[in-house]
């Protein structure tokens, strides 16, 4: 079923509450075997949807769906006039892969849903509707990607900062750039590249937040995840997710568009002192195997510094992963 058909039901339920089948018909010029089977395949999206025989229907918890216009008005005038176009999803593979086939500087992506979800390492991020964030944002570069190094942990500064600002002071980042806060996984950045790595090229910068999975994953099973994991409103987060989006566009854009002149070197100490698992000791798992160290920092590119038997060493490259040592 499309969601031409399945939104104003979407709509409807959103606000949390028990609507019985008889009333969601009447409101929406349908039949009540009509709502049943849109409910049906709200299910299947992995909305959680409850039934009480003397009460109807409800997604439980409620959602705060996106809406374009909320979230242009929540950007400041200079954010705002680096936005080419917002495109809204219900549903989509992957954002990243959107803006990274087609589009201009300064367009963004943000969807309910993503089928195909990408993580790093080739990873699936699970991607559940209406959430958590899922956003891209494309820019173009002339230089080449030499003068991007660092840019996903600049981004995870940038995130932390956004998120500080809407009161979550305990984001930690995990090279390279996974948001944590206490240990648990709250979100992660992913860059791809398209054009000439040499010369023109569009980069697309992926924000994964999780915002609300209570009771997304109270239906799916915790496991889903397969790595422990926390969202902002675990975290003491009562915004909405809209605001949200404006916070983490208005915080990007104009980094991202700026990155070329000043590179990581603006950020490397502002990314040292959230750093999770400095100065401790690390496994650096790498396509040659497992490296024991003691992590040092990130150098003035964003590269990971780790002492080792053999000395200092430097480890950047997307296939590595960092996991706390004995
Ligand atoms: C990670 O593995 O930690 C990075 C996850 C990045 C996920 C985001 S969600 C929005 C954008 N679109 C994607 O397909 N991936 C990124």
Redesign the pocket.
């Known amino acids: 079923m499309s969601f031409s058909d399945l939104k104003p039901l979407i709509r409807l339920l959103a606000d949390g509450q028990f609507h019985s089948g008889e009333a969601l018909g009447a409101q929406l010029g349908i039949t009540r075997a009509a709502v049943w089977k849109r409910l049906q395949s709200l299910a299947q999206l992995d909305l959680p949807i409850e039934s009480q025989r003397a009460r109807g229907y409800r997604i439980t918890g409620g959602l705060q769906l996106l809406d374009e216009e909320r979230i242009l008005a929540g950007l400041s005038t200079e954010a705002g006039a680096l936005v080419h176009r917002l495109y809204c999803f219900d549903e989509i593979d ?4 959107f803006l990274l086939q087609q589009g201009e500087a300064g367009d963004i992506c943000v969807a309910e849903r ?1 089928t195909a ?4 390492r080739g ?1 699936q ?1 699970f ?1 559940p509707y209406g959430c958590n964030l ?3 944002i494309r820019w173009h570069f002339h230089q080449g990607v030499a003068a991007l190094e660092g840019l996903s942990l600049a981004v995870g500064v940038l995130l932390a900062e956004a998120l500080q600002a809407l009161g979550l002071t305990a984001v930690e980042l995990k090279w390279p ?2 948001l944590l806060c206490a240990g648990c996984k709250l979100g ?3 860059i791809e590249v398209g054009g000439d790595l040499n010369g023109d090229c569009a980069v697309v910068v ?3 937040l999780n915002v609300d999975m209570e009771h997304t994953l109270a239906r799916l099973g915790q496991d889903i995840i397969g790595q422990p994991w926390t969202d902002l409103r675990q975290q003491g987060f009562s915004g909405d997710r809209n605001e949200l989006c404006s916070a983490v566009m208005q915080a990007l854009l104009p980094a991202v568009r700026d990155y070329p002149a000043y590179g990581f070197s603006l950020y490397r100490n502002a990314w040292e002192s959230r750093a999770a698992l400095l100065h401790q000791s690390i496994e650096v798992h790498a396509q040659g195997g497992v490296i024991n160290g003691v992590m040092l920092g990130v150098d003035s590119k964003g590269s990971l510094r780790v002492r080792t038997d053999a000395g200092e060493t430097l480890f950047s490259g997307g296939e590595i992963s960092l996991r706390s040592g004995r």
């Open positions: 992957s954002t990243n892969r993503q979800g990408r993580g790093r990873r991020w991607s899922y956003m891209s750039n996974d992660g950045v992913l992926g924000v994964g």
